[in-house]
């Protein structure tokens, strides 16, 4: 079911359809680039000049010069041969799967934790579908030597979805054999993590012609669409995947959007070091809260946690709401148990707001917290933190 619908937004806050404000801290507007001005400004001065769709896909009529220019630009970004603009996220995992099952791969290798876009795009592409367990090295050799003859696409996401975890993408790629492909799906990496917000690949620090990355626009550059990313054959397979071929492109106002985040978050590389300090910040206050555990992986700015039996989280998400903080407590796949609070931060959040929430949330956990009678029977944010 969809979660209680917010009636505005900012960057950092929600209006509720009873008229209240509160803080937000859901979504994956990581860079709170969807809010922008001048972002706004772009997508709204090319909805005036090209209407509000491309009405066709790009190889018949739909192409509009901004979407060469997007895929142009984002291939510079990502220091890639080739970028190809797709609908959207979902798309750009059945487009890299369909062009690299074309491309001559046959298995898909995919991590235990990975986004559910992975297997249903390997299915869709028809190749072979095994698993290994999450981040588990020997799992994966395991994985990898029951395929073979057969040329693995290995996939896992950059930062996992659920709690933020880093992947470990240099171990990954170490064990491909020369004909492999490793998919990064960069969902909630790309514009967040990495020099300049170049996403997982760059923060790993590996660069090999082995590598396709898949990612959302409407997360870290607060826009819409999809863009596969990777070395100019594999990109030219998955330029004639159905997915692609046969499917209408953004709007054109979309491209233009995320040119505009792209171009702000080239101009200003600061913003990317904002949401790492944030992060940090929300990792330490959770830390001696004692609801993460002082040694894990690096901070992101997605932060996975429980505080008790599913109802009494319930009573603190509702309470948390009264004192004017929306803090998801969502159900999804891959989090630390079946229903938890999925903290997200960006960085417009100020270490102000980071801080009053970190108190609230304190003193909400040590007070009693009121009867469950007394709460709103739904929770007002779950379901929409994660896409
Ligand atoms: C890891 C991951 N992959 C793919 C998708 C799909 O992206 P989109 O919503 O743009 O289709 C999402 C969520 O939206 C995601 O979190």
Known sequence: MPATPFAACDATSITLADGRTVT??????????SNHPRVRRAAAEAMERYGLSSTASRETTGNAVPHDLLEAELAHFLR?????????????NISACQGLAAAGCTHAVIDSRAHSSMPDASRTAGLAISRFEHADQASLARALAAIRPGRAVVMTDGVFTADGEPAHLDELLNQLAPDDRLLVDDCHGLAAIGPGGRGSVA???IDDPRIVITSSLAKGFGAAGGVVAGRHDDIARCARAVAYVCTTPIAPAM?????????????????????????????AGLVSMGLLPR??????QIAAFITGPLAEMQQLNAALLTDGFALPLIRYPGGPAETFFRLSVNAEHTPRQIDDLLGALAARISAPLPARDALPARNPSAGCAVG
Not at 24 to 33: I, K, S
Not at 80 to 92: F, T, W
Not at 256 to 283: C, F, G, H, M, W
Request: glycine share 10%.
């Open 295 to 300: 040694v894990g992986t690096p901070p992101t």
């Open 24 to 33: 937000a801290f859901g979504g994956c507007n990581y860079m709170g680039l």
């Open 255 to 283: 491209a233009e959007a995320t040119r505009t985040s792209l171009a702000i978050l080239q101009a200003d590389p600061t913003r990317v070091d904002r949401l790492t300090a944030n992060a940090k910040r929300v990792r």
């Open 80 to 92: 890639v041969d080739r970028a190809l603009l797709v609908p959207d996220g979902y798309l750009a």
């Open 203 to 205: 923060h790993a620090g």
